[in-house]
């Protein structure tokens, strides 16, 4: 409930985060429908797809749907990544670099054991926020898509969290510089900690409190 009253700002801090300079009223009219001016129609796709991606996460775990596998994971790329990532609903067939750091992504031939992996090393973790975030970043450092793997690491993160009754936890644009300048050290290093540590940080109390008290 308290995730789907917040979509709208899950939206905007998103398509913030990813460059789009949209305002929280141009994001609330795009999710009724409705286009807006002096945005490219590309950029305004990409955020109608953030919002039918969550969409439809909601309904997966309102469902009982929502797997930590790779189908769940590409029937939510391919709304999340559609017209934007070179290939959608599906794990990349090439190579991909990530701009400013020398590290290299694995190749596209490992992609289906490191899922596997990621999801055997679950149970390394007692801490559900743990598990969460280790969802979130080891998607984001092995670029299982072409695009949209932050988000697709988010998305993750997210529906795990749901499925076991916890709040969402949301990246503000407020701190966007933050969360690209640690993103990028963990990339090169692959310790969690900092970026663990980070993410925690943007938790909503009031979400927490919430659940605590529930």
Same mark, same amino acid.
């Given at each position: 409930?308290?995730?789907?009253?917040?979509?709208?700002?899950?939206?905007?801090?998103?398509?913030?985060?990813?460059?789009?300079?949209?305002?929280?009223?141009?994001?609330? /009219?795009?999710?009724?429908?409705?286009?807006?001016?002096?945005?490219?129609?590309?950029?305004?796709?990409?955020?109608?797809?953030?919002?039918?991606?969550?969409?439809?996460? =909601?309904?997966?775990?309102?469902?009982?749907? =929502? @797997?930590?596998?790779?189908?769940?994971?590409?029937?939510?790329?391919?709304?999340?990544?559609? @017209?934007?990532?070179?290939?959608?609903?599906?794990?990349?067939?090439?190579?991909?670099?990530?701009?400013? /750091?020398?590290?290299?992504?694995?190749?596209?031939?490992?992609?289906?054991?490191?899922?596997?992996?990621?999801?055997?090393?679950?149970?390394?973790?007692?801490?559900?926020?743990?598990?969460?975030?280790?969802?979130?970043? /080891?998607?984001?450092?092995?670029? =299982?898509?072409?695009?949209?793997?932050? $988000?697709?690491? $988010?998305?993750?993160?997210?529906?795990?969290?749901?499925?076991?009754?916890?709040?969402?936890?949301?990246?503000?644009?407020?701190? @966007?510089?933050?969360?690209?300048?640690?993103?990028?050290?963990?990339?090169?290093?692959?310790?969690?900690?900092?970026?663990? $540590?980070?993410?925690?940080?943007?938790?909503?109390? $009031?979400?927490?409190?919430?659940?605590?008290?529930?």
């Amino acid at each position: 409930m308290l995730a789907q009253r917040e979509v709208s700002v899950f939206v905007y801090d998103a398509v913030q985060l990813e460059g789009l300079n949209f305002t929280l009223p141009e994001v609330q /009219t795009l999710m009724q429908g409705v286009t807006v001016g002096g945005h490219r129609f590309s950029d305004q796709q990409i955020a109608v797809n953030q919002a039918d991606a969550w969409k439809e996460l =909601f309904r997966l775990v309102r469902d009982k749907q =929502f @797997e930590l596998t790779p189908r769940c994971a590409c029937n939510l790329h391919h709304i999340a990544g559609k @017209e934007e990532a070179l290939e959608w609903g599906q794990f990349r067939s090439g190579g991909v670099l990530i701009a400013g /750091t020398d590290y290299e992504p694995p190749a596209a031939g490992d992609l289906p054991g490191l899922f596997t992996q990621m999801i055997d090393r679950l149970a390394r973790f007692d801490d559900v926020y743990d598990q969460a975030v280790h969802l979130f970043l /080891t998607m984001a450092r092995c670029q =299982f898509f072409y695009d949209v793997n932050k $988000r697709m690491g $988010r998305f993750m993160m997210n529906g795990h969290l749901l499925n076991h009754g916890y709040p969402a936890i949301n990246i503000p644009a407020s701190r @966007e510089l933050e969360f690209n300048e640690l993103m990028l050290e963990f990339y090169g290093s692959s310790d969690q900690e900092k970026m663990n $540590r980070f993410v925690r940080s943007c938790m909503d109390e $009031r979400a927490v409190r919430i659940m605590k008290e529930s």
